[in-house]
C-alpha cells in the first residue's frame, strides 16, 4: 500500500502530483450528486440516477452549465455535493 497526498492549488486550479518532474493535472471540479426531492415518499439511493438526479457525475455538469431536473415537490428541496 501506498500513501499519495496532492497538493491542490486554487490559483492555477491544478493538482500537484510531482514537485521535482513538475508533473500536475488541471483541477475541473463538479458536483457527483446532484437532485430534487422525489414525489414518492421513502428513502432512496443516489444509485442509479433517477429522473429527479442523484450519482450524475458528469464531467460537463460545471460553473457556467445548466441542468433541467423535474420539480415533483413543491419547493424542490435541491441537494447537491460529493458522494
Not at 21 to 45: D, Y
Not at 46 to 66: K, L, W
Request: aromatic share 10%.
Amino acid at each position: 500500500p501506498a500513501l499519495k497526498i496532492w497538493k491542490l492549488d486554487r490559483e492555477s486550479m491544478c493538482a500537484w502530483f510531482d514537485d521535482e518532474r513538475r508533473i500536475r493535472v488541471p483541477l475541473r471540479p463538479f458536483c457527483g450528486v446532484v437532485g430534487v426531492a422525489r414525489a414518492q415518499a421513502g428513502k432512496f439511493s443516489t444509485i442509479p440516477p433517477y429522473n429527479t438526479g442523484g450519482n450524475i457525475d458528469t464531467r460537463h455538469v460545471t460553473a457556467g452549465s445548466t441542468l433541467f431536473l423535474p420539480v415533483e415537490v413543491k419547493g424542490a428541496l435541491f441537494s447537491c455535493g460529493v458522494r
